[in-house]
């Protein structure tokens, strides 16, 4: 079926924005919906409708290698929708945005994310990594907050950088590929984990909001990998 001017009204917002939440979304196609006269059922996310109408979407825009796909953010479970490019799961994507040495900068930060074991460092790590890529350090502060303003990029409370759902969604494989002695899956919904919980007897390592439901009923929890059998000390601890 071809895009009617809902869809494209809808794929536009996302061609320039690139992720909403999905609170940002009901609230799109609600406006989209009334903007071209469509039926609007006013659910909860709209979900029973909002599918079928992003699946449309997304049957059109497959041959061009793009995709709307859901996301999680890992910090707060909330649910995001992202644009993403499926031909190029590279950082080189943003060469058309950013100029070489700021490519060569936001690599080497998102190695150190990854490598760092928390899933972060602190904004002194990262703007000494300006050093290795020709840049002084405004110039990259600047860089970052940019990173940060387009999504790529967070700052959490502790002042540290992390990579942002937009980034993940974008760059899993990516990063799964270039840094596999790091890089993580979770056990729960096998998808890229930056920052997660992990087994301190095993390599198991899953995500906060996966956690969250797995272990809701559990009073002793204990690591999902069955040869292990751990106790889950992170959801004991809260």
């Known amino acids: 079926m071809a895009l009617e001017k809902a869809h494209k009204f809808f794929l536009q917002a996302f061609i320039a924005n690139g992720i909403f939440t999905a609170r940002e979304v009901h609230k799109l196609y609600r406006e989209t919906c009334?903007?071209?006269?469509?039926?609007?059922?006013?659910?909860?996310?709209?979900?029973?409708?909002?599918?079928?109408?992003?699946e449309s979407i997304n049957m059109n825009i497959k041959p061009f290698q793009l995709e709307m796909k859901k996301a999680v953010?890992?910090?707060?479970?909330?649910?995001?929708?992202?644009?993403?490019?499926?031909?190029?799961?590279?950082?080189?994507?943003?060469?058309?945005?950013y100029s070489e040495n700021e490519l060569e900068l936001f690599k080497k930060l998102v190695e150190k994310i990854v490598g760092s074991g928390t899933g972060s460092v602190s904004s002194i790590e990262a703007?000494?990594?300006s050093s290795t890529c020709k840049m002084k350090k405004p110039e990259a502060e600047s860089f970052f907050t940019n990173m940060i303003e387009h999504k790529w990029l967070k700052k959490i409370p502790d002042g540290h950088y992390a990579l942002a759902t937009r980034c993940i969604a974008e760059c899993d494989l990516y990063i799964l590929q270039q840094y596999p002695d790091d890089a993580r899956t979770c056990n729960m919904c096998c998808r890229l984990v930056i920052q997660g919980e992990?087994?301190?007897?095993?390599?198991?390592?899953?995500?906060?909001?996966?956690?969250?439901?797995?272990?809701?009923?559990?009073?002793?929890?204990?690591?999902?990998?069955?040869?292990?059998?751990?106790?889950?000390?992170?959801r004991q601890s809260r």
């Open 198 to 234: 992990s087994c301190r007897e095993c390599n198991t390592t899953i995500h906060k909001h996966c956690s969250q439901r797995y272990f809701k009923d559990e009073v002793v929890p204990v690591c999902p990998n069955q040869a292990c059998n751990a106790e889950w000390l992170h």
């Open 34 to 54: 009334e903007r071209f006269d469509r039926e609007f059922c006013d659910r909860v996310h709209n979900e029973p409708d909002l599918g079928p109408f992003v």
């Open 127 to 129: 703007l000494n990594l």
């Open 73 to 97: 953010d890992e910090a707060n479970g909330v649910s995001s929708f992202v644009l993403v490019n499926t031909a190029d799961n590279s950082l080189t994507k943003l060469s058309s945005t």
